[in-house]
């Protein structure tokens, strides 16, 4: 079995390059552009290492990283590796990797902006899990409710049986 996916999370090195393509709707519309993301680990003189990741997206999402994407604004892409070639000059290859777009989360274009997302998104959750907590109060627990509904078919059997005779061929759940 094969899988190739993979996400990236960094801040636009420059302004995304968008190559218009012949259809009219833009589905072959490419934009090309470079991630700069911080490794986890800080180099001898404690300063980050950071890796320029070239990306690629094609279509709606070459439109969208072209329109709203810019120089150090964060982002988040999923896509698939790729490796390609190029024929230089002097005739030998240039061999490169790059990420195809397949999804692309825009975030904010400072650290300060991130934030106020973050408390933002934060406030609007909290109502909505509020509201959920005192739903799951209302609702008693699994073996509560089964006493209650064990008690109302028992209630049901003995009007059953005292408004007609009881034989034995009776059935309390027939009509």
Known sequence: MNFNSSQVMGRLADDPILTKGE?????DNKCWGRLLVNRRYKNKEGKNIVDSIPIR?????????ATYGRKGKVILVEGQIQTNSKLRPDGSYN??????????????DSKKGLQKL?????????????????????IPNLS???D??????????KERLQTKPAKETDNPFSS
Not at 23 to 27: E, F, Q, V
Not at 57 to 65: I, T, Y
Not at 119 to 137: D, I, N, S
């Open 148 to 157: 209650v509904i064990q008690a109302q078919v028992n209630e049901a059997i």
């Open 118 to 138: 973050t408390v933002e998104a934060a406030r609007k959750v909290e109502p909505v899990r509020q509201e959920t907590q005192k739903q799951e109060e209302a």
């Open 95 to 108: 061999n490169y990797f790059e990420i195809f777009v397949r999804d692309i989360v825009l975030g904010a």
């Open 144 to 146: 509560d409710l089964y």
């Open 23 to 27: 259809n009219p709707d833009g589905s």
């Open 57 to 65: 997206a094609k279509g709606r999402k070459a439109d969208v990283l």
